[in-house]
């Protein structure tokens, strides 16, 4: 494989990976953030919030395991927190509060609460330690050309006694755009493809909160210092608005008010009614964070919108291809947001690799490989691969949000996750097993998850169908022959109507 040089455009989690992959393969690799060093406690996030803490699931860690990077590996599991299910709160008639468990997964896998900002600077860190990565912080992208395969970028932040900011030219051989949901590599992208965009704002804002450790926790009990299960994703439904409590670390949750922009326009007229509102529909809240404090978080921190992005092809020629949020910014209730994009990273070079490899037909030289040649191939298997299980992935999460937010309440969701474990457990040849364990505990295709849970369902209501009308046959029938030993000859219409006299 030869040299090449790599640009990435975006130092977050799936562009750290990616670099960490581009780099483990020999290539000079260059990382470009509009930000300053996401590792500097004082750089502010794009979206003006502190760091939230993420759902990590199978996808994400065996992406980070095809990294080959053991510490990577150690880091993540030594600072993470299990969590083998939801925990539903609510209120019963009696005015009781009530907590009910919901395990993810009948067989006891877990998904793991990580904080996103200590991800992100350990494979940082990782990355700085090689001698074929180099940092460029405060650096915006403010042209490409894809044919040529330059970049201009703005220098911004740096001590300087004019005003404009410093502009400078770079070349590349293969650029990657992992720069978030308000993407500049895909907005120059579309100046070279004829890329299909879809971008829709959902109408609900979010805004976060925390519970914070209890005090006086017991050092020989790390649990001690969490006020309600560490081990659970705390869910409030409230069937059109929830709220959200996941783990950290240090005993506390980061928390998340979802709710309509209608609805925030009212509190926000007047947020001295917000604890009321939270006690009516959000029960046990206020006993966790004191109501000045849920006043005070709401009228500090923002309150952001939710964008949800398709769009296709992923790439252009062998120059360049857009990854995580650039390619598919999802809504959050499916926690796969980030686990898809560090997907897309090892999909994209066990793509790229299977290429690199692929045979030379010319007698002259049968031992050379054009790169570029070869890769504008591995490009466009990406994008065809990629693109129906982002989109899939995108539309699941969602519809995940009626699923949280209402029908974790519901007997006939219950019902169907009931029906779906039991026979993942009792007949596992089957291979039935529920649409969140296939997407949250292993490595399918998105798409194919959609298609197997459809199936299911199909297959659960033909044999509901068929278990209510059972009954009803067999009584017609039985009627049927009764009669008939009783009138001598009877069609089975004359049975029916006789029913009905």
Same mark, same amino acid.
């Given at each position: 494989?030869?040299?090449?040089? =790599? ?13 960490? &992959? ?24 794009? *979206? ?5 803490? #993420? ?24 600072? /993470? ?21 919901? +395990? ?36 915006? #992208? ?20 004019? /005003? ?28 070279? /493809? ?65 709710? @309509? ?57 062998? @120059?360049?291809?857009? #990854? ?14 980030? *686990? ?30 054009? /790169? ?6 591995? #490009? ?20 995940? &949000? ?10 006939? &969701? ?14 596992? @040849? ?5 649409? =969140? ?53 009877? &069609?089975?219409? +004359? ?7």
């Amino acid at each position: 494989m030869s040299r090449q040089k =790599y640009v990435v455009v975006g130092a977050g989690p799936v562009g750290s990976l990616a670099a960490l &992959y581009a780099a483990k393969r020999g290539h000079d690799v260059e990382i470009y953030e509009l930000r300053g060093d996401l590792r500097d406690p004082s750089t502010v996030p794009l *979206n003006f919030t502190k760091s939230i803490n #993420l759902a990590l699931s199978e996808r994400g860690i065996n992406a980070m395991r095809h990294a080959n990077q053991q510490e990577l590996l150690d880091h993540v599991f030594s600072a /993470t927190i299990p969590m083998r299910g939801r925990m539903i709160h609510g209120k019963r008639p009696s005015g009781e509060l009530f907590e009910e468990p919901q +395990d993810y997964d009948i067989h006891g896998r877990t998904i793991f609460a990580v904080d996103r900002g200590g991800l992100n600077g350990r494979l940082l860190d990782i990355l700085g330690a090689m001698p074929n990565v180099k940092f460029f912080f405060n650096y915006k #992208l403010t042209g490409a050309d894809f044919k040529r395969r330059k970049a201009w970028f703005e220098v911004r932040g740096q001590n300087s006694s004019s /005003t404009r900011p410093e502009e400078v030219e770079i070349d590349f051989d293969f650029m990657i755009g992992a720069d978030g949901a308000h993407s500049a590599v895909r907005y120059h992208l579309m100046k070279y /493809t004829r890329m299909n965009y879809q971008q829709e704002y959902v109408d609900t804002l979010w805004c976060e909160f925390q519970i914070k450790p209890k005090n006086g926790a017991e050092l020989h009990d790390p649990k001690s210092k969490f006020q309600i299960s560490p081990n659970h994703l705390h869910i409030w439904p409230g069937k059109k608005f929830m709220f959200i409590a996941i783990p950290s670390e240090d005993g506390s949750f980061t928390c998340t008010l979802f709710l @309509s922009g209608a609805d925030f326009a009212k509190l926000e007229s007047d947020s001295s009614k917000l604890p009321s509102f939270f006690d009516k529909h959000f029960p046990g809240v206020t006993s966790l964070i004191e109501p000045s404090e849920l006043v005070s978080a709401f009228e500090a921190n923002p309150h952001l919108p939710l964008i949800s992005i398709k769009c296709q092809p992923y790439h252009y020629s062998n @120059s360049v291809v857009i #990854l995580g949020d650039a390619a598919h910014a999802m809504v959050p209730f499916y926690g796969q947001g980030m *686990n898809a994009g560090l997907e897309d990273v090892r999909i994209l070079f066990s793509i790229l690799d299977k290429h690199a490899v692929a045979e030379n037909n010319n007698p002259d030289d049968p031992w050379s490989i054009d /790169t570029t040649f070869q890769r504008g191939l591995a #490009l466009a298997e990406y994008s065809a691969l990629r693109v129906p299980d982002a989109h899939a992935i995108n539309d699941l999460a969602l519809q995940n &949000y009626v699923e949280m937010s209402a029908s974790v309440l519901s007997p006939t &969701y219950r019902l169907r996750k009931f029906l779906e474990e039991f026979m993942s457990v009792h007949l596992p @040849s089957l291979g039935w097993q529920t649409k =969140y364990s296939r997407v949250s505990f292993g490595n399918e295709r998105y798409s194919e998850v959609v298609a197997k849970s459809e199936h299911q369902g199909k297959v659960l209501l033909r044999g509901f169908v068929a278990m209510l009308c059972g009954p009803v046959v067999a009584g017609v029938l039985g009627l049927y022959l009764t009669q008939r030993r009783s009138f001598g000859r009877l &069609y089975p219409l +004359d049975t029916i109507r006789n029913l009905f006299k």
